[in-house]
């Protein structure tokens, strides 16, 4: 699919976990937000979303500095 979205917009050139599940967990947030929007014509709270989200990227990046700094990844 066009290069895996040519990387997942990747800098680094490859598509990771912490980019793929990040991207995975903000269009099914996009979606959920979406619909309580359009179901009580108001905003929810954001900061658990955002903490949550947050979250998979940082734990994916910290996976990959271990692994790095372990010398199993280069």
Known sequence: MRQFL???FS???EAS????????AL???????SYIV???HA???????????????????TGETVQRIAGKKQ
């Open 6 to 8: 040519k990387q997942l």
């Open 11 to 13: 800098e680094s050139g």
């Open 17 to 24: 976990f912490s980019r793929t599940g990040s991207f995975l």
């Open 27 to 33: 269009l099914l947030a996009c979606g959920w937000v």
């Open 38 to 40: 359009w179901k009580t």
């Open 43 to 61: 905003l929810p709270s954001l900061q658990g979303l955002t903490l949550f989200i947050g979250t998979l990227y940082g734990l994916g990046k």
